[in-house]
Structures are given as C-alpha cells and as structure tokens.
C-alpha cells in the first residue's frame, strides 16, 4: 500500500487520538514497567503556573509536583495546602540551589518571565536536575547555546514547553501537511492577543526580549515548519506598529514571511488585536486549524471536512511524555535544539524588521525538526 492514502485512510477512519490517549505506548513505556513517579519543582508560580501546569500535573501518569520556587511568602502556604508540598520541598530565588540535595524533584520546569529562563535553567542544571523551560527558550540564541551547554555537561535533558507538538489537532496538522496527503502546500498563521496593562513584564525589553513575536509569533513559526516538515531558509519581516506610544520598548504588531523549499508562510502577530489560526493553503483546499495555539477548544478542517480528534490535556501529555524520555533515556520531541533554532530565527525576524523587509538568509538555521513521516 502506497504511504499517502495509507495515511489518509486512517485519519479518515479514526482521526489520531491515539496520539495523546495511546501515548506511552508511542514512546515503548508501559507505567508497569516501574512503580516510580518523577518529582517536578514549578519555578515561578504566576499565571500559567497556576492556572494550567500545577493542575495538569494531578493528571499526569509518570510524574507530579513535588516542589514549587517562588519569592512570594503567600504563595509557599497556598501552594502546600492546595498541592500537598511538604515544608522541606518549598524554596525560594535565594536557596534555589540547595535543591539539589532534594531527592523528591527530578524535573525542574521553569515558567519565569523570558530573561530569566537561561539563569534558572543553568542553575537547575548545575543542581543535577532534568530542565522543563518555558517558551521562548531565551532571549538571545547566545543564552540557548549556555543553557544546552549547561545540560549537558551535567548530564540532564532540557526540553522546551512546546507543548503543542503534544496536542492531538496540532499533530494532525504536522502529519497530513508532512506527508502531504492534500498536496503541496503555501501557510498562513497569525496569533494575537490585547495587551493593555502598562507594567506587564511582557512588554519591557529587558524582561521579555521582545513582544508579541518572543510570547506568540513562535507559536507561528512553530507550527509553520512542524507542518511543512522542513526548515526554512529565508524571510522578510516588518514592523507593523500601531500604538507606539504603548510599545515604546518592543513591537506592538510584527509580519514575516518564510521561504520553505516547498513553499511560504506568511506570519502575523500581535499584543494590538486578537486571533489565532494557522492554514495551509493546499492543492486540494483548505487545512486549517482556528483557534489553533490555545489550551482546549481548538477546532480544524481539512478538504475532506473537519478534523475529529479527541483532545487531550496538552500540559499533561507534555510533561508526561518528558518524565518518559527520562524514564526510558529517550530523547524529547521540544529540545533546547528546537529552542535555539526558533530564537535564530526570531533574531533573523527582528534584523530584517530593522532593515524594512529586507530578505535575511537562514543559512545557520540549526537543524531540527519534528518530523511524523513514520
Ligand atoms: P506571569 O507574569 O503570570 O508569571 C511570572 C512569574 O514569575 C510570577 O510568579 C512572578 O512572581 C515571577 N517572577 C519572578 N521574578 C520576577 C521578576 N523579576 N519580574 C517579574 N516576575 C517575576 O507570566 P506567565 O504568563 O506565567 O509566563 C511565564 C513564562 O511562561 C513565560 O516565559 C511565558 O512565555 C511562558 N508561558 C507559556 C505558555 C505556554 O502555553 N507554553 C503560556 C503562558 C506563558
């Protein structure tokens, strides 16, 4: 049976929900191959913390939260009743380091504002833990190379908060565009939220390393080339500000265009407006996924009619599926690689905005993809 309409049959018969649902099975881990759940320590207790990766892990198979990081007292007492976090697993910016003589944590994940993630992935790393970081990886490609460096050498594994490449209506997107089971394709994809609050570390340089494009343009990018299945190999960018008043320190709105061998795609993204989508323009129509980068709620289509896949918990499967590259010394799908290859990008995307859409090449692009063909 020839690979196209192989592919294409199963995802018109059972759409892939066994992606998320069938997961350890993907990965060749049974949980009765061991009795032992990995301990995570959330560094930074702010939002997405709080509101999505401390209740996923009550549903994760393979690891919970054994620890927490915050400089905020009030939150030691909330989080330890809430989570049951014993006093000896609670620590702060200053004493962070004495984690290491913590045999409960085994993954440290970082959710600090974007500057901070290359300092507190090192120091995590240094202490012997396993390092879940935060989306963008960094600030600068320069901070990304220390952080793989630093993991390295202590011999943990560093993986990005990509945790898309774990959603069930994303990875049909990655699978029917890779294959190309509707042909060859050119994409779209925009992301876009309002941002108003003037003291957001979201819009201050030095904490955030740029705007909308750090915080939601990645997403663009990502799925882009996750669902080409290829790297690009030049772009052109443009500042497209409106409120300049408001984002006197980063862009407030920013487009870019990717050149792929097989295609283009055009990307748009925002702190001034609100969306979210990302199609693939295809031979035989449209593919399309809209909302598609937020947690639950997405929806798709393809030409065929829409996509029926059973969503999961993303930031569950995410960290499980961490917890099981450690149990079974597996390698991530979201690497520090794939972190620093989407921050050379993004500094690509910011010197060609400074440069009026000029064509920058992305001849350094590092290698790496997250390809489904098999
Ligand atoms: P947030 O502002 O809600 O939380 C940041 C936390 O860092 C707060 O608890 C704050 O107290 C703490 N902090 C420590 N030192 C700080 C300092 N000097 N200045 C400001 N805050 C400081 O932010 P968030 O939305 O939770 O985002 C945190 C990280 O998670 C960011 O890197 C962001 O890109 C990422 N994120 C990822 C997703 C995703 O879907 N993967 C979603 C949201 C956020």
């Known amino acids: ?48 913390a709080s509101g999505q990766l401390a209740p996923a892990l009550l549903e994760t198979t393979h690891c919970y939260l054994a620890g927490i990081v915050t400089g905020t007292k009030a939150k030691e007492a909330d989080w330890s009743k809430k989570y049951n976090i014993p006093e000896k697993n609670i620590y702060n910016y200053k004493n962070f380091d004495a984690i290491a003589d913590n045999k409960d944590i085994d993954i440290v994940y970082i959710v600090l504002p974007n500057s901070m993630h290359a300092e507190y992935t090192i120091r995590a790393a240094k202490a012997g833990k396993h390092v879940i970081c935060e989306k963008p990886m960094a600030t600068s490609v320069e901070d990304c190379k220390k952080m793989i460096t630093a993991c390295k050498d202590a011999g943990k594994k560093l993986s990005i908060g990509y945790r898309l490449h774990f959603d069930p209506f994303n990875e049909q997107m990655m699978l029917l565009g890779q294959n190309r089971v509707f042909g060859e394709m ?6 876009a939220f309002n941002l108003s609050d003037p003291n957001r570390w979201r819009i201050k340089k030095s904490m955030a390393g740029g705007g909308p494009l750090m915080d939601l343009g990645i997403y663009c990018l990502q799925g882009c080339i996750y669902t080409f299945g290829e790297l690009p190999v ?71 009619g829409p996509m029926t ?44 905005a400074a440069k009026q859409g000029a064509e ?3 001849k350094d692009i590092p290698n790496i993809l997250d390809l489904r063909k098999d």
């Open 186 to 191: 050119n994409m779209e994809s925009g992301f």
């Open 309 to 352: 896949v059973k969503p999961v918990n993303q930031q569950a499967v995410q960290i499980d599926a961490f917890a099981i590259n450690i149990l079974k010394n597996t390698p991530t799908l979201v690497p520090g690689e794939m972190g620093l290859r989407d921050n050379y990008i993004i500094e690509k995307i910011y010197e060609s």
């Open 234 to 304: 030049s772009l052109w960018a443009k500042d497209l500000t409106k409120n300049h008043d408001f984002f006197d320190e980063v862009e407030g709105t920013i487009e870019w265009e990717m050149t792929f061998p097989s295609g283009k795609a055009y990307c748009i993204t925002s702190y001034e407006d609100r969306y979210g989508y990302i199609t693939a323009n295809t031979e035989k129509g449209e593919m399309k996924l809209s909302p598609a980068f937020i947690y639950n709620g997405l929806k798709g289509s393809t030409p065929d």
């Open 1 to 48: 049976m020839k690979r196209r309409p192989f592919i294409k049959q199963i995802f018109q018969v059972s759409g892939v929900a066994w992606l998320g649902a069938e997961l350890p099975l993907m990965y060749g881990y049974s949980p009765r191959d061991k009795d032992k759940k990995l301990g995570v320590a959330l560094v930074g207790l702010g939002n997405y």
């Open 360 to 362: 920058v090449s992305l």
